[in-house]
């Protein structure tokens, strides 16, 4: 049998991680938008909360541990590409979004409904920052 070179495993682990994060991130931001017009908005968050806690995080955690295995693979490499700092960039703000979302989700838990306020915005804002750093790392590998 044959094994994927580290690089391209860590890359391959990193992809999935990301689909997993993002996907989760939108679904919590998607309930919490929904809440005000449920029966039971705490309810909605605590399903927000849960699928944040055992799928955005740990998603999260993967994404940021293969991303970083990678570049301390190639620091050199790494350090000297332009679109690398744009992408972490983006990913930084995707990161506060994460937080945002998760933080919401806990106060509406807890049945503070006016936790939802703006949450289509922030899922909308972290869906950009997702994109815009999924564009740059597919674009730097085009001829």
Do not use: E, N
């Not at 094994?3 to 890359?11: D, G």
């Not at 029966?39 to 909360?49: E, F, I, N, Q, V």
């Not at 620091?75 to 506060?96: D, E, I, Q, R, S």
């Not at 937080?99 to 972290?126: E, W």
């Amino acid at each position: 049998m044959h094994w994927l070179p580290l690089p391209t495993a860590l890359v391959a682990a990193h992809v999935v991680a990301d689909v997993v994060w993002i996907g989760a991130i939108l679904s919590s931001s998607l309930l919490l938008a929904g809440a005000p017009f449920m029966a039971d908005p705490s309810d909605t968050g605590l399903l927000a909360r849960r699928i944040y806690a055992r799928l955005a995080t740990p998603a999260f955690l993967m994404s940021f541990a293969t991303g970083v295995g990678r570049i301390a693979l190639f620091p050199a490499v790494y350090a000297h590409l332009p679109w690398m700092h744009v992408k972490l960039t983006f990913v930084l703000g995707l990161v506060a979004f994460h937080h945002i979302i998760g933080a919401r989700a806990k106060r509406l838990a807890d049945g503070q409904v006016g936790a939802a306020k703006g949450a289509t915005v922030i899922g909308a804002m972290a869906f950009v920052c997702a994109a815009a750093a999924a564009v740059l790392a597919v674009a730097k590998s085009l001829p």
